[in-house]
């Protein structure tokens, strides 16, 4: 397993940009897949972006695609989350998680039971 550690996240207004990151330390970055969830009170964390461990494979929840970009930083053990023209439903706490894969996967995984590493979140608030 690795640790994850989420930053970024903040209080902005619709229309709106910010850009989510997460630090990767303890293993080998490059292989894992890598994934963005989000969490609301009472409701269960729901899928947001991934990236395979190839790079070459996206995976977007359809209410963000054309808004936020998954990217990845192998030199600098980080994936970031580019979010464009926020709403105010895109407020939440925001989950960085890895997946190992073999060499070469290109896996992008969008449910939170394919993830074995998780970061602690960092809160996202879009006003109206």
């Known amino acids: 397993q690795v640790q994850l550690v989420e930053s970024g996240g903040g209080l902005v207004q619709a229309g709106d940009s910010l850009r989510l990151s997460c630090a990767v330390s303890?293993?080998?970055?490059?292989?894992?897949?890598m994934g963005w969830f989000r969490q609301v009170p009472m409701k269960a964390r729901e899928f947001v972006a991934a990236l395979s461990w190839s790079g070459t494979t996206t995976n977007y929840k359809d209410s963000v695609k054309g808004r936020f970009t998954i990217s990845r930083d192998n030199a600098e053990n980080t994936v970031y989350l580019q979010m464009n023209s926020l709403k105010p439903e895109d407020s939440a706490v925001y989950y960085c998680a890895a997946r190992g894969v073999y060499s070469g996967s290109n896996w992008a995984p969008n449910l939170p039971t394919e993830y074995d590493s998780w970061g602690p979140g960092t809160q996202v608030t879009v006003s109206s």
């Open positions: 303890g293993r080998t970055f490059s292989r894992y897949a």
